[in-house]
């Protein structure tokens, strides 16, 4: 089997900014987004997927607030846009889809227990993990967990995750911890760039790894002394930074692979879906459903 891991909160903000659903007048603008994620989600079982999982950030602040206080809120963020979180928690799980929201954890971290998770049952063959988000590339593994934008079609495997960031899987936290990640609102080390950050941990993987002076690297980065001065002032910053960036495996999502499975939607989902403006939306759901009751017999 082939487990889909889905990154709700990217799917809402993908559809609450996509310039098609703000001229879609069918669904009420409060549920707009939520109409298009819930769609998606539905396409991708009429496409074959059979075990997937959503993650949702029920609020915006998470453990890592206290940790750093200029890490990511909810302010500023467009009141129709916050509305639409718990709605597409709740029409999901009408559809019959597993959802995870997150309180005092990520979505992220959701995605990456989940990844961990599903990784370890040895029916599964795949694990694909459905964001664009950098960070998740951490928890990519060779080819049996990937990391999938479904906007783009690009699919990544850890030779893929190298070749984009230059460092391995594991070694993406520390990458960012230098480079710095403007979306969850730290800002890595003064100095520290893409490319010198990549240089440095290719070669030693992770920050207590990287020699003090730099007279003692054994690769060739431009302003070696500066940087390296940086990371020495600096490095308790840094290692603030790596455990803002480190997704969290355990957190609670209290589940197991077979729970993925989709076996159709739930009464409530005809409700939902006229809300939603589209009565089409359970008569697919229920027609798939047949179809695969069918197929097991």
């Not at 889905?6 to 879609?24: C, M, N, V």
């Not at 227990?113 to 993990?129: G, K, L, N």
């Not at 992770?206 to 020699?211: A, D, G, T, V, Y």
Request: proline residues 5%; charged residues 25%; aromatic residues 8%.
């Amino acid at each position: 089997m082939i487990v889909h891991l889905i990154d709700g909160t990217y799917e809402l903000f993908r559809y609450f900014l996509s310039p098609a659903a703000a001229f879609d007048r069918s669904a009420p603008a409060e549920l707009r987004a939520v109409r298009g994620v819930v769609g998606s989600i539905l396409g991708m079982l009429e496409g074959g997927a059979t075990h997937l999982g959503v993650a949702t950030d029920h609020v915006i602040e998470s453990f890592r607030n206290a940790l750093w206080p200029d890490y990511k809120t909810g302010e500023g963020m467009d009141p129709l846009l916050y509305g639409q979180f718990q709605p597409l928690e709740a029409a999901l799980s009408a559809l019959g889809v597993a959802v995870w929201p997150m309180v005092e954890f990520e979505a992220d971290d959701a995605l990456a227990a989940a990844a961990a998770m599903a990784a370890a049952d040895t029916r599964v063959e795949q694990v694909v993990v459905c964001t664009p988000d950098k960070d998740l590339a951490q928890c990519v593994r060779g080819d049996r967990v990937v990391q999938l934008d479904r906007r783009t079609r690009e699919l990544r495997n850890e030779s893929a995750v190298r070749q984009k960031f230059g460092v391995p899987p594991a070694s993406i936290p520390d990458w960012l911890a230098l480079v710095g990640d403007s979306a969850d609102g730290y800002p890595g080390l003064p100095g520290w760039g893409a490319r010198s950050a990549a240089t440095l941990l290719a070669r030693y993987r992770h920050l207590e790894h990287i020699p003090k002076p730099a007279s003692e690297w054994d690769v060739s980065v431009r302003g070696s002394m500066r940087l390296a001065t940086t990371l020495a002032e600096q490095r308790e910053r840094a290692m603030l930074f790596r455990e803002l960036a480190t997704l969290r495996a355990d957190a609670p999502i209290g589940t197991d692979v077979d729970a993925l499975r989709w076996t159709g939607p739930r009464a409530e989902f005809a409700t939902w879906a006229k809300r939603l403006g589209t009565s089409a939306l359970h008569e697919r759901a229920s027609t798939l459903a047949v179809a695969r009751a069918a197929a097991l017999y």
